[in-house]
């Protein structure tokens, strides 16, 4: 027995010694930041995904009829299955690395999970750890990030654009939700990134107003994030362009924070959804003239000299391609991508559940992550529409 006990112990002991290094390997909970520019982590990243309608629901209009779509009952929890889908797992995040998939975001609203002093309940927090853990402990890039708290359904919860009229009660608010997520996560490594905000923007003030409220909000997340120690202190940031578009993000009211020493720690994100009737909606269901073509060259290529060539690198946080018509999609996804690797900016396809299934983790449409993989391989080629 005295022996069995003896080996069994090694086993132990030698299983946990494995998992550390395996850890440590992959950055685990207490991994260092590594001596790496945010440039190099952008382009490190690879193909990125979207675990969008999950972690980020909430109470909310999202169709914008006044009327809320989506509650809970009296004394129930929202949770992470309110807009459909299944709650994520382990095996989802496996999946997606086997697929190829290097970097998820994870977006988060926080409105829901907050009581009168602003503390976030702590059996979403430790969810929201839980699902994070499942992508970063295999070696993933993760982005957080205060998610549909910024949505324009003020009377439902939306609190971020309150900012306009009381900024010290939003301050309030956005401070505390921003110094709870950096204490839990403070020691984990360089793989895990902040967003300070999604989509934002103030159009009831003038633009230079509203773009200073946006730069103030971004400056206030970087020096949160930096007071509150650990690897926080040099952690990468990702920070949010004036409703993450292109064309309101490239003109000179909107700026990047102050960083002090950390200038090479900031990265800017921006969406990509043009056009809206195509990417997001069937009313457009082709894609693919030579003028829409060029929009997208311009637009991305604007990004590339107003903010890449400058020394600030880019993410393209959300992007999709919904039109009916399947060859204009795939033509859509393999250039936007391919374009924004050639520039060193890193893609995050938005995924509401929609493209890979929750259940069976299958991509409904392998010729998405085809093109994604053809995008991202480092080949000089041309991008042409598929006949199919």
Not at 87 to 111: M, N, Y
Not at 305 to 313: A, H, I, M, N, Y
């Amino acid at each position: 027995m005295k022996k069995l006990n003896s080996i069994i112990i090694l086993a132990l002991t030698l299983a946990i010694s494995f998992s550390s290094l395996s850890a440590c390997a992959m950055g685990g909970k207490t991994g260092k930041m590594r001596a790496i520019t945010s440039q190099e982590i952008v382009s490190d990243m690879g193909i990125g995904w979207n675990l969008g309608d999950t972690l980020d629901v909430c109470q909310a209009d999202r169709n914008g009829d006044g009327i809320i779509d989506e509650h809970v009952g009296e004394g129930e929890k929202v949770d992470e299955t309110l807009w459909g889908n299944p709650k994520a797992t382990q095996e989802l995040f496996d999946s997606l690395k086997a697929d190829g998939i290097k970097s998820v975001r994870i977006p988060v609203t926080w409105r829901d999970h907050l009581d009168d002093k602003n503390r976030i309940d702590k059996e979403w927090m430790d969810r929201v750890q839980e699902v994070v853990d499942y992508a970063y402990n295999i070696g993933m890039y993760v982005i957080i990030n205060v998610h549909h708290d910024g949505g324009d359904d003020a009377q439902f919860g939306a609190w971020v654009r309150d900012a306009a009229v009381d900024y010290d009660t939003f301050y309030d608010r956005y401070s505390s939700i921003w110094k709870q997520i950096a204490k839990r996560f403070k020691n984990y490594s360089d793989y895990l990134i902040f967003e300070s905000l999604n989509e934002v923007g103030f159009d009831n003030l003038s633009n230079a107003d509203a773009k200073d409220l946006l730069n103030k909000i971004n400056q206030d997340f970087v020096d949160i994030i930096r007071a509150s120690g650990g690897n926080n202190k040099v952690r990468h940031l990702l920070i949010a362009g004036y409703w993450t578009d292109i064309a309101e993000t490239t003109t000179p009211e909107f700026e990047m924070p102050e960083d002090g020493k950390n200038d090479d720690k900031l990265i800017l994100s921006v969406h990509y959804y043009t056009p809206w009737e195509f990417c997001t909606t069937n009313i457009q269901n082709t894609w693919g003239t030579a003028s829409e073509v060029k929009q997208m060259e311009n637009l991305i290529g604007r990004m590339n000299t107003t903010f890449v060539e400058k020394g600030v690198p880019v993410i393209v946080g959300e992007y999709a391609a919904s039109g009916n018509d399947m060859a204009s999609c795939i033509f859509f996804i393999e250039k936007l991508v391919k374009l924004c690797d050639d520039y060193g900016m890193a893609t995050f396809y938005w995924d509401n559940g929609g493209q890979v299934d929750r259940n069976t983790y299958e991509w409904r449409t392998p010729a998405f992550l085809d093109a994604m993989k053809r995008a991202t391989s480092g080949e000089d080629y041309t991008v042409e529409k598929p006949e199919l």
